[in-house]
């Protein structure tokens, strides 16, 4: 009788969930400020139908909301066609201030010059828009986790840190009784993964 195979389960080994939010602090905003950008205009007339539209009021929101407000305007007077960016350029606009505000932040962060070293470049290939909402996209968000995220790739690597998880518990155990308000041991400390096998850390074996 055939013995089934033991499916192969992965253990968590290290998330580092603070690195992973920073990663995505600069599109959050820009997908954040992206949408309310276009509910701004909705707001004054002007529906932005793609995310090229958008964009394009990014760079000059004012010329943008003068060709919106009046494209669907017959542009004539008693028979004489009148001349469009004429026309356009004596649209009375309300108060764009906030729009154009909004427009010149994502502009900072779709071109990397928020002033910010903190703030990543937005690659807008990397957001999503659909019915005037911007989102970051799913397949992005999950690739930067993987970024942050270390997982066991074999049954020797779930072996050896299950062994290094029973040493960071005594060692604890140990810390507790003797070091009062000593911060706990990291098992991740005590091995780095190389190939298909778990190392000792030389630098830490030596510490401990």
């Known amino acids: ?27 959050n905003e820009a997908a954040e400020k992206f949408t ?5 205009l909705k707001s004054i007339g002007v529906t932005m139908k793609s995310f090229d539209e958008l964009q394009a009021c990014v760079q000059e929101p004012e010329k943008v909301i003068r060709t919106e407000l009046v494209k669907d305007e017959a542009i004539n007077l008693g028979g004489l066609n009148l001349n469009r960016q004429k026309v356009e350029a ?48 799913s397949n ?34 140990s810390l507790k009784l003797n070091v009062p308000n000593c911060s706990p041991f990291n098992p991740t400390r005590l091995i780095r993964i190389a190939g298909d096998q778990f190392c000792p850390d030389p630098g830490v074996i030596t510490r401990v």
Do not use: C
């Open 1 to 27: 009788m055939k013995t089934e195979e033991k499916k192969f389960k992965p253990l968590l080994i290290y998330n580092d969930e603070a690195g992973f939010n920073k990663s995505l602090k600069s599109y």
């Open 90 to 137: 004596l649209v009375e606009l309300p108060d764009i201030s906030h729009i154009e505000n909004l427009s010149s932040r994502v502009f900072s962060l779709i071109s990397g010059t928020s002033g910010n070293p903190n703030f990543e470049q937005v690659n807008v290939r990397n957001l999503n828009f659909k019915d005037g909402v911007v989102t970051v996209d």
């Open 36 to 40: 309310e950008l276009a509910s701004e």
């Open 140 to 173: 992005f968000i999950e690739g930067r986790r993987a970024q942050f995220t270390v997982w066991t790739a074999s049954e020797a690597q779930n072996e050896t840190f299950e062994a290094a998880m029973k040493i960071s518990e005594a060692l604890n155990a």
